[in-house]
């Protein structure tokens, strides 16, 4: 089964930037977007933005305007630019097959940001 490694996390201040990146060991499902979640402490985990195969993208309102998803299909690679980064942008990020049509979903074992004030 195909596996999806993340880096890129770490520590920043509060408006600063940071770039995750999302490695797939193979080719991921047909049908299946990518995504990017968060999880929070304290909270569940959301949805932050997502791609789907035909490069239709979607941002949570709280990362409008500042997260950026894209991807390289070459490298199979999954990319969130994230800029101006808030306090509440901390939690762990996951990178995960999304889509109606998606047959099943892999999950990345996540990634760290935290950001201070």
């Known amino acids: 089964q195909v596996q999806l490694v993340e880096s890129g996390g770490g520590s920043a201040q509060a408006g600063g930037s940071l770039k995750l990146s999302c490695a797939a060991s193979g080719d991921t499902p047909t049908y299946c977007g990518m995504g990017w979640y968060r999880q929070s402490p304290g909270k569940g985990r959301e949805l932050v933005s997502s791609i789907s195969n035909a490069g239709t993208t979607t941002y949570a309102d709280s990362a409008k305007g500042r997260f950026t998803i894209s991807r390289d299909t070459r490298k199979r690679t999954l990319y969130l630019q994230m800029n101006s980064l808030k306090t509440d942008d901390t939690g762990v990020y996951y990178c995960?097959?999304?889509?109606?049509?998606?047959?099943?979903?892999?999950w990345g074992q996540g990634t760290q940001v935290t950001v201070s004030s």
């Open positions: 995960a097959t999304t889509g109606f049509y998606c047959p099943y979903k892999i």
